[in-house]
């Protein structure tokens, strides 16, 4: 009886460390302060190759990558964020950014720390909820970094995509109902959590100050491009793109 129970409290214990992966479908949208004033001088944009990482979960512990899938999902990444960026007025710049990073050390550094400076900013910009006002007041950087990858694409701005996702092995769906049983015996509680799941997060990186302008993150509990779909929905328009200009003059006949 001790083994069992302590099985399910180990079970119960990576449940919950998937559980933060794929608890409920919530976006988190952080904007800078000054994300209009700015956006006045971002036209063109980078998207740099989304880090993906999709797992399968064994029952032996052993995971493994499905490179395959995550070769799918970077494909799909770019052409939603292609699609989302031009619909919203940006210019996507063509650039091709992997052959410019193994011909060149420094601009692959620079990827790196700008990718680094974005992990370490999300502590200030998710560290506590914050009301829709608060939201619009941050102000974070990644760095100088990014100028090196500005200047040598020529675009304005960078955005930055991180996708997470796991799936279930066959044999780990099976110990999952065989612990929901036994816990549902033994503690009284049954715990479920989804058998695939997807965590995904943009930033909009200013080329010039390092600023992140807007950002956003959403898990989904598939295994696909939902949580991106979401997470893009908020996605700023291009201030040059919006119709500014305000109502025509009246021409003297029309004013009499």
Not at 42 to 56: C, G, M, N, R
Not at 154 to 164: E, K, S
Not at 221 to 239: G, H, R, V, W, Y
Request: hydrophobic share 45%; glycine share 6%; net charge negative.
């Amino acid at each position: 009886m001790i083994n069992i129970i302590s099985m399910l409290k180990t079970h119960l214990g990576l449940l919950l460390i998937l559980a933060l992966i794929t608890a409920c479908a919530t976006t988190t949208v952080r904007e800078h302060p000054t994300l209009e004033s700015q956006l006045l001088d971002v036209d063109s944009v980078l998207i740099v190759t989304p880090a993906v990482t999709i797992e399968q979960i064994n029952f032996s512990a052993d995971n493994e990558r499905l490179i395959d899938l995550e070769n799918t999902i970077k494909n799909d990444l770019i052409s939603l964020a292609t699609r989302e960026l031009t619909a919203r007025g940006f210019e996507i710049v063509d650039y091709d950014l992997e052959k410019a990073i193994s011909e060149d050390e420094n601009l692959a550094y620079a990827v790196n720390q700008a990718e680094e400076g974005f992990s370490e900013a999300k502590e200030t910009l998710y560290e506590e909820q914050l009301s829709e006002e608060e939201k619009r007041k941050f102000q974070v950087s990644v760095g100088t970094a990014v100028n090196i990858i500005s200047e040598k694409s020529g675009a304005d701005a960078v955005l930055l995509m991180h996708y997470i996702g796991y799936k279930k092995s066959a044999g780990y769906v099976a110990k999952d109902v065989a612990v929901g049983v036994l816990s549902g015996l033994l503690l009284g509680v049954v715990p479920t959590s989804a058998n695939t799941s997807s965590y995904v997060e943009v930033a909009f990186i200013d080329g010039v100050t390092g600023d992140v302008l807007w950002t956003n993150v959403f898990s989904a509990s598939t295994l696909d491009l939902t949580a991106a779909n979401k997470a893009m929905e908020a996605f700023p328009e291009d201030i040059d793109s919006l119709d500014v200009s305000g109502p025509e003059e009246l021409s003297e006949t029309e004013q009499q």
